[in-house]
């Protein structure tokens, strides 16, 4: 059985590294990097280890309950702007979709 393919995915080149504060993407290719405060690297680490995007949303509600109304507009906009940065592989989830699903989702 294979295991599906998860719903983020860092580009071959990105590496990430957790902070005391969020973590750290280094593009190797560009030697550009990026540090991300501890709200998106739980978004990040949720999305790659393969929680959905609403799955992920509820993951920053538990950590959060105050921003549960804007949990997945703020799941979409990290994912846009990784994809935005070039830092994750495309088309997995789609940018800026702020209901949670993902393309995956719609095509089952």
């Given at each position: ?12 080149h ?14 190797q290719?560009?030697?550009t ?5 501890a709200?998106a ?10 929680a ?26 990290i994912v846009?702007?990784l994809?935005q ?13 702020a209901?949670g ?6 095509a089952?």
């Open positions: 059985m294979t295991r599906p393919t998860p719903p983020l995915a860092l580009r071959r990105v590496t990430a590294t957790p902070t005391p504060d969020g973590m750290v993407l280094l593009d290719l560009s030697g990097y990026w540090q991300i405060n709200t690297a739980l978004v990040v680490r949720a999305l790659v280890a393969g959905s995007a609403e799955e992920a949303a509820a993951a920053l509600t538990a950590a959060h309950p105050s921003a549960a109304d804007r949990a997945a507009a703020d799941v979409a906009a846009q702007q994809d940065a070039r830092l994750i592989e495309p088309g997995l989830i789609e940018p800026g979709r209901d699903r993902d393309r995956q989702e719609e089952r």
